[in-house]
């Protein structure tokens, strides 16, 4: 009679421990839905403060939750905190497949809106490292390389993408133009980079040399044009025994 009052305790223990961690779960997820919904909503009324503090409370609720994470940068970009929803992009846990397209969200602030375009390119390598497939990381590159004329670096990079079969469509263009590759807004671009990253030389030495290429398809060109065109070739020449 022991044996079976024993077997019957541990019978009913095992079914208060599987109901209670069951009944636990579905607290986890109608918690998880609440959450969910309510931040749908601010982020359709364009609250980002209250969306701040609501994803910031999920998020402490559930560390691991790429969706709370994903919203509190959200937050932060409506209430144009660049930086520090680039910051939370980082943040997404490895085992997610959110995490890669967080880190390339992440690249386009670096890139653009908060002018940190090395940071940018060290974020696509981490890309890579994660799965070298991914096409947005390659074209983010090679677009790079081609803008600050590091033409072994683009057509290293090209070719790993060919190889990969990922590579972008304007991969051909610069690849067959690679030795005369002129890009039209080139000089604004990496005027535009130096300005924040005055220490780089790459910004610096392809900023000058589309200076002077632009300044040799000027037609009729007056003494100013030549004088910066000298200018140009004086600071090239000093470049070229630097590096």
Known sequence: RRLVWSVSYLLVAAVVIFGGQYGYRKWQERQTKAFMKQCRQLREKGDWQQL?????????????????????AEAAQGQNELADAADLLTQIPENSPKRIPALMSRTTLLM?????????VQTCLQVLDLDP????????????????LQNELMLRQIRQSLEL???PIDAYSYLIMADELTLTNGFEVNNKWLNSNLDQEEFLVARTIYRWKLLHLESFPNAKTLQDIELAERLLAGYRERF
């Open 52 to 72: 701040a503090n609501v994803s910031k409370e999920w998020q402490e609720w559930d560390q691991r939750s790429a969706d709370a994470i994903l919203f509190r």
């Open 112 to 120: 653009w809106q908060l002018n940190r375009p090395l940071d940018g």
């Open 133 to 148: 497939r991914v096409f947005l990381a390659h074209q983010r590159l090679i677009f790079f390389y081609a803008f600050t």
């Open 165 to 167: 079969e990922c590579e």
